[in-house]
């Protein structure tokens, strides 16, 4: 069964750069979440959309900007990165009318040098 | 609010112990979902269980099972006879009951080391 695919795996940028995160939600799931963990932490929301508008807002930087196309995927925009930044960024998706659960993608895992 | 309460941060059994891992949770929603989630080394967030806040029948599922408890707020999980390859954080987790948000609040996860 397709899950949910985020790209890219890894990434690696440098203090004050710009990186870009995405998201395909499983087929047929109109919400889509974004989540961020840092070492040795528990997942912490971000962000949501519901049928391409935002849902829920979380702990967001104003640095960070997203949105949800007509196709339902996601990109996560993050600017002026800085240390603190790094850690694994999770999208997770799930049909509205579906049972609750969220499936989780694999997660981005970024680095700030 | 809504908040997640792990008391334990990491447990070490060994192999074919039973390993039970407690949560407490706090809302104010009268209807609402509670969910187990496993992250192994790898990384990859899975999902274990779900329960809804109007069914406290508490289940079985193959190795693991769940004792949900609505007057006392905790959703405890268990798993039989532990493996090695059960080796994990698990993160238990609540979300409201909306058709759209739902987002999860997560607990601070227990690691669980299954030595051989």
């Known amino acids: 069964a397709a899950g949910v695919i985020q790209s890219p795996r890894h990434l690696i940028k ?15 799931h109109d919400t889509v979440y974004w989540y961020q963990q840092g070492p040795g932490q528990d997942p912490q929301f971000l962000i949501s959309f519901y049928e391409k508008m935002q849902s829920d807002k979380g702990s967001i930087p104003d640095r960070f900007s ?8 996601s990109e996560l925009n993050m600017s002026s990165l800085e240390l603190g930044d790094s850690a ?8 509205a009318g579906a049972g609750g659960e969220l499936f989780f993608g694999e997660g981005s895992r970024l680095t700030v040098l | 609010a809504q908040k997640v309460t792990q008391a334990q941060t990491e447990i070490s059994v060994v192999e074919k112990e039973d390993v039970t891992l407690d949560c407490v949770y706090e809302t104010r929603d009268t209807t609402y979902y509670l969910f187990w989630y496993k992250q192994p080394p790898s990384g990859e967030l899975v999902f274990l269980i779900r329960r809804n806040s109007f069914d406290e029948q508490n289940e079985i599922s193959g190795r693991y099972s769940w004792n949900f408890q609505k007057s006392t707020s905790s959703f405890n999980f268990t798993i039989t006879a532990s493996q090695v390859v059960d080796s994990a954080v ?3 987790a609540l979300s409201d009951f909306k058709a759209a948000g739902n987002k999860l609040t997560f607990g601070g996860g227990t690691r669980v080391l299954v030595k051989p």
């Open chain 1, 14 to 28: 440098e203090k004050r750069e710009t990186a870009t995160l995405k998201c395909y939600p499983i087929p047929r």
């Open chain 1, 88 to 95: 694994l960024y999770f999208c997770a998706s799930r049909s």
């Open chain 1, 66 to 73: 997203a949105q949800q196309f007509s196709d339902y995927h």
């Open chain 2, 90 to 92: 698990y993160f238990c």
